[in-house]
């Protein structure tokens, strides 16, 4: 394994092969050849509430993340607690410390991460027959792909998919089920 390290003999930051694992790893300079010894350097965790929100229930999970990384609203992550269900989620609001929420922060900043499941939702569908609206809620995986023009079925009903429209307000031809607000469809 090839890591960029400190080496005192050249005095700069070169490539180094590890010569023998333990609690302090040998290393060898691959432009002068010394082998010296190298400290890892030990990463904090911080335990981190995560209100992980589903279609019908939310739950209260607490994860261990790194202190020093960076989250975001959007991004997605993994909740595997040990004792639940592991869920991806993606970030919707970072509360911090006296209530105060952040688009980013660190994790060692953060007091609870609010979230939404994204490995299974359920896309909301409104079909047309006739002047009449008929409402359906679709169970899906978060990456199944919906598109403008193909033809579904919810509950033994056919419809072909006229409009979709996501969470930021955009009617895109084609998005994923977890990207979803409503999909509109007229009856076959």
Same mark, same amino acid.
């Given at each position: 394994?090839?890591?960029?390290?400190?080496?005192?003999?050249?005095?700069?930051?070169?490539e180094?092969?590890t010569?023998? =694992?333990?609690?302090?790893?040998?290393?060898?300079?691959?432009?002068?050849?010394?082998?010296?010894?190298?400290?890892?350097?030990? @990463? #904090?965790? *911080?335990g981190?509430?995560?209100?992980?929100?589903? @279609?019908?229930? /939310? /739950?209260?999970? @607490?994860?261990?993340?790194?202190?020093?990384? =960076? =989250? !975001?609203?959007? &991004?997605?992550? =993994?909740? &595997?607690?040990?004792?639940?269900?592991?869920?991806?989620?993606?970030? *919707?609001?970072?509360?911090?410390?006296?209530?105060?929420?952040?688009? #980013? !922060?660190?994790?060692?900043?953060?007091? *609870?991460?609010?979230?939404?499941?994204?490995?299974?939702?359920?896309?909301?569908?409104?079909?047309?027959?006739?002047?009449? @609206? *008929? /409402?359906? %809620?679709?169970?899906?995986?978060? %990456?199944?792909?919906?598109?403008?023009?193909?033809? +579904?079925? !919810? %509950?033994?009903?056919?419809?072909?998919?006229?409009?979709? #429209?996501?969470? %930021?307000? +955009? /009617?895109?031809?084609?998005?994923?089920?977890?990207?979803?607000?409503?999909?509109?469809?007229?009856?076959?």
């Open positions: 394994m090839q890591e960029e390290i400190f080496c005192p003999e050249c005095g700069e930051v070169t180094h092969g010569v023998k =694992l333990g609690r302090e790893h040998l290393v060898r300079c691959e432009a002068c050849g010394t082998v010296h010894p190298h400290q890892l350097e030990r @990463t #904090r965790l *911080t981190l509430r995560v209100i992980v929100s589903a @279609t019908e229930s /939310s /739950s209260r999970r @607490t994860i261990e993340l790194p202190e020093e990384e =960076l =989250l !975001a609203v959007g &991004d997605e992550i =993994l909740v &595997d607690d040990g004792i639940g269900d592991v869920v991806m989620v993606e970030v *919707t609001s970072l509360e911090l410390a006296e209530g105060r929420r952040a688009e #980013r !922060a660190k994790a060692g900043e953060v007091m *609870t991460l609010w979230t939404r499941a994204v490995d299974e939702v359920v896309v909301k569908v409104s079909v047309q027959r006739r002047g009449r @609206t *008929t /409402s359906f %809620d679709v169970p899906a995986r978060g %990456d199944e792909p919906f598109a403008v023009g193909e033809v +579904r079925t !919810a %509950d033994g009903r056919r419809y072909r998919v006229e409009k979709i #429209r996501v969470r %930021d307000g +955009r /009617s895109p031809e084609r998005a994923l089920a977890k990207e979803i607000v409503r999909v509109w469809g007229a009856a076959l």
